[in-house]
């Protein structure tokens, strides 16, 4: 599976963003999907993530502004991303892992390229 994302950017605070991340290879429908964030120097932090039945999982962090989903039929995942605030600024990556319920990024197989979003 290949994912590439795409729909990062420098924004305001208090401003929004969707991101999307594109599948190929495999179709998302069987797979867990998550987006991760990481800043220089600090461990990766998982930001949300979606089960091939459609439950989403949030970080507290971002619970309440952020929407995980995904277009089957588009292959693709999506963050919608609202009230942003200066600590929401990192690179983006979007994983995936065959099967449910993984939360940890070592649980995840194919990652994408990441998407830097920037929020000043």
């Known amino acids: 599976v290949q994912l590439v994302e795409s729909g990062g950017g420098s924004v305001q605070v208090g401003g929004s963003l969707r991101l999307s991340c594109v599948a190929s290879?495999?179709?998302?429908?069987?797979?867990?999907m998550g987006w991760f964030r990481q800043i220089p120097d600090k461990e990766r932090e998982g930001v949300a993530a979606?089960?091939?039945?459609?439950?989403?999982t949030y970080a507290d962090s971002v619970s309440g502004r952020f929407t995980i989903s995904k277009d089957n039929a588009k292959n693709t995942l999506y963050l919608k991303m609202h009230s942003l605030k200066p600590e929401d600024t990192a690179i983006y990556y979007c994983?995936?892992?065959?099967?449910?319920?993984?939360?940890?990024?070592?649980?995840?197989?194919?990652w994408g390229q990441g998407t830097q979003v920037t929020v000043s």
């Open positions: 290879g495999d179709t998302i429908s069987r797979y867990c």
């Open positions: 994983a995936a892992v065959y099967g449910i319920g993984a939360r940890l990024d070592t649980e995840y197989t194919y």
């Open positions: 979606i089960d091939s039945d459609g439950s989403t």
